[in-house]
């Protein structure tokens, strides 16, 4: 476990170990500290390694044992004077939890591996917006946190767009599969961030309602809000555009059968009497097989009949829809 101390207002970090987290968790008055989990866990064993995250920083509270852990379902909890949040975050189009624990004088935020956590994030909104208590801080975690989701939705929507568009240029199959995947990917987001936001309003209003929450705090809590209904609301933008994108590709590919339809029905009509005067003067009459002997009598019968045939057909096709219609569309 690795421990990092972000100083404020500067925004630097510097390594610390795990004595001197505990140590300044107890002390200090305001205290921003990042934990870094491995990624992958070894066997289990006895020893301080394998204790809970908490225990391990001093904050023995048997509520808060899920901070740290893998496979955290995402929350918002108030537990008396500390507040605890698992929080979901986009990281190379993925969705990886971040721990979160605030109180009046600390903030102790963890996550598994360098690239799910938002130390480089944080660092820049500190020296930017130089939050004045740990709560603030907790609130600039949990509004770049909703940056991550609204980066991820606004950049695959401009991809749904462009695969729109060219779709409209030239249908090929990749791009059905791309746009399934973009569908996969805004349903990811949608189920990892709505759960956790309908947890947090519900936390929220209810600390909202108290007489005791400061009005700073609560003007906090109502951007924070606004913020998530937004990002929400581009989520199912995202949704909406993948499944325009379907509609669409649906609507390429019945127009190109109904071309060929009407490409078989203009062979079926050519065709159509041919057909019959083959089947006609391939019976047996009486007529057919004595009266009709000489060279010029099939000419004119078994080829003359036929041409005319062929020739009557295309001048309909010509003067028809059909023909206009395939006409426009090559």
């Known amino acids: 476990m690795i421990v990092t101390m972000v100083s404020v207002p500067d925004g630097g970090t510097a390594r610390i170990s795990v004595a001197e987290a505990r140590r300044r968790l107890a002390t200090d008055p305001f205290l921003l500290l990042g934990v ?23 904050l023995d509270d048997e509520d808060l044992e899920w901070f740290g852990t893998r496979d955290a379902p995402p929350r918002a909890d108030f537990l008396g004077e500390i507040a605890g949040f698992v929080v979901p975050v986009v ?14 004088r600390y903030l102790v935020v963890a996550h598994r591996g360098r690239r ?16 004045h208590d740990a709560v603030a801080a907790l609130f600039l975690l949990l509004q770049e946190a ?3 989701f609204r980066r991820a939705a606004v950049r695959a929507l401009l991809q ?17 599969y791309r746009l399934s995947q973009l569908r996969r990917h805004s349903a990811v987001l949608h189920h990892a961030l709505l759960p956790y936001l309908q947890g947090v309003d519900e936390v929220i209003t209810r600390r909202m309602m108290s007489r005791d929450f400061p009005a700073e705090r609560q003007r906090l809590a109502q951007e924070f809000q606004r913020a998530a209904r937004l990002v929400l609301a581009d989520i199912e933008s ?45 019976m047996n009459f009486e007529f057919l097989t004595n009266r009709l002997e000489t060279r010029d009598e099939f000419w004119l019968l078994a080829v003359g009949l036929q041409a005319a045939a062929v020739v009557g057909s295309l001048f309909l096709l010509h003067r028809s829809r059909i023909w206009r219609r395939l006409r426009d569309d090559d």
């Open 36 to 58: 870094e989990l491995p990624e992958e866990e070894g066997p289990a064993q006895e020893g301080p390694a394998q204790e809970p995250v908490v225990r391990r920083l001093g």
């Open 146 to 148: 909703l940056t991550t």
């Open 116 to 131: 799910a956590g938002l130390a480089g994030d944080i660092r820049a909104l500190v020296r930017r917006e130089r939050p």
């Open 91 to 104: 990281r190379d189009a993925q969705v990886v939890h971040v721990h979160a624990l605030a109180s009046e």
């Open 160 to 176: 749904v767009e462009e695969l729109e568009d060219d779709m409209f240029q030239g249908r090929r199959p990749e791009q059905i």
């Open 238 to 282: 995202l949704q909406d555009a993948t499944r325009r994108a379907f509609a669409s590709y649906g609507s390429l590919v019945a127009g190109e059968q109904n071309g060929v339809i009407n490409r078989l029905a203009i062979v079926s009509v050519i065709f159509l009497p041919l057909s019959f005067l083959t089947g006609f003067f391939g």
